[in-house]
């Protein structure tokens, strides 16, 4: 795949191919809406008078559906065709949009977000990671695989920290335009799926080169099965901690807390995103010292201490700055795991690999926002903080003694 530049081609990224640039430009336009959204959505609900534990169902939706979706694209996908699975996620995408933007009915509102494609986290909704996992060693040469996720997840963090303050446009659209509160959120969504569009057109023009070769068009585990079976129970552990602290949950602990709206949140999850960005960088060059699981444990833990700091914070000042703090190094591990899991298995079972510890990311993170939305109500706003950091310490420890000795290619060589 060439150098690992862009010497004497003039192109950005010459070292992975059309079909990854494009993999790359679609994740960027899709995760700036998630990072609007992600803000806005729990601050709308309130605004719509549901009670915290409503947000926290349509939150539970959506990563339910997200799930349900990836199970059904990663064992079908090879089949049928990944760019088609793609594509249609993105017109899912837009449905939900389109669903939030025309009505306040709850439970329609539920049920666009069993498409599992609104943008309840900054990050990934959507089977679309699944698929996009299983592409991108296709793009790239092997040794730059690590780098490769690196970018797409760095890409990911700009956009949905330019997203989040982004976020802020409907208290502009309320002073410069004279919009009504509801019509200001309503436009924001109407954005979320023309962006869908935008993503929809360029999976359009994919080449047949992203779809499953000759010979890997397995759909299940054979050789690869206790390794992934062991990484997809610790992940769900993982995603069943993350799901207390999503960013729409964030965002709604701080409105709750400290009566921040979204034109504060905004240029604060801006940080959020910049400091992700550059977390994500300095992951691939960390990994490539100290291998993989080491870059996802040693990184993870700290960053989990301060996440269970920020609800003892007491200044709105110190509950930011901790609230950086954690994200300038909890999501170094993003790129590294993604990596590792794509590494550890033959190439033909990387659709299952992908799809199995996906799926039980998004089913453990499924449970928890609606159970963090009745403890914010019942028992106190900073209660998932506690339990959320809780539980990632714990899965940091086992993934450490579980996996240490179990090495990607490039680190026994």
Not at 40 to 56: C, E, K, S
Not at 238 to 245: C, E, K, Q, R, T
Not at 250 to 279: C, D, K, M, N, T
């Amino acid at each position: 795949m060439g150098g690992r530049g862009t010497e004497g081609t003039g192109v950005p990224l010459s070292w992975v191919s059309p079909d990854g640039r494009f993999i790359l430009s679609a994740r960027a336009v899709r995760t700036f809406a998630y990072g609007f959204q992600s803000v806005l959505l729990g601050v709308y609900l309130d605004a719509r008078g549901f009670a915290p534990w409503q947000i926290g169902a349509v939150l539970t939706a959506t990563l339910l559906g997200s799930a349900v979706l990836t199970a059904v694209f990663a064992a079908t996908a090879d089949r049928y065709g990944r760019r088609r699975m793609l594509k249609l996620s993105a017109l899912f995408m837009a449905a939900s949009g389109g669903a939030f933007a025309i009505t306040t009915s709850y439970p329609l509102l539920f049920l666009a977000s069993l498409t599992g494609t609104v943008g309840a986290t900054s990050g990934e909704v959507g089977p679309f990671l699944s698929l996009e996992q299983t592409m991108l060693p296709q793009t790239t040469s092997p040794d730059l695989r690590t780098r490769l996720f690196s970018v797409y997840n760095m890409l990911g963090a700009l956009t949905g920290a330019a997203g989040a303050l982004a976020a802020g446009t409907p208290a502009l659209l309320q002073r410069w335009a004279g919009l009504a509160a509801a019509d200001a959120f309503r436009a924001m969504f109407v954005l979320y799926a023309l962006l869908a569009g935008v993503t929809l057109w360029l999976f359009g023009r994919l080449s047949d080169r992203v779809e499953a070769t000759d010979g890997a068009t397995r759909s299940r585990l054979d050789r690869s099965r206790g390794v992934v079976t062991r990484l997809a129970a610790l992940f769900s552990l993982d995603s069943l901690a993350g799901g207390f602290v999503v960013q729409s949950l964030i965002a709604f602990y701080f409105h709750l807390r400290w009566g921040l709206g979204p034109e504060v949140l905004g240029p604060v999850f801006l940080g959020v995103g910049l400091l992700q960005a550059g977390s994500f960088i300095v992951a691939a060059r960390v990994a490539e010292r100290i291998g993989l699981i080491n870059t996802m444990v040693f990184t993870h833990l700290p960053s989990n201490l301060l996440l269970m700091a920020i609800p003892f914070a007491p200044t709105l000042p110190w509950a930011i700055a901790l609230l950086l703090a954690r994200h300038a190094l909890s999501q170094m591990d993003v790129p590294v795991r993604q990596s590792y899991v794509v590494a550890v298995v033959d190439p033909e079972e990387r659709m299952a690999a992908t799809g199995v510890t996906n799926i039980a990311r998004n089913l453990a993170q499924s449970v928890t926002p609606v159970i963090a939305g009745a403890a914010m109500q019942i028992v106190g706003v900073g209660v998932p903080f506690l339990v959320g950091g809780g539980l990632k310490i714990v899965y940091d420890l086992l993934l450490l003694r579980m996996f240490r000795s179990v090495r990607p290619p490039e680190e026994t060589k």
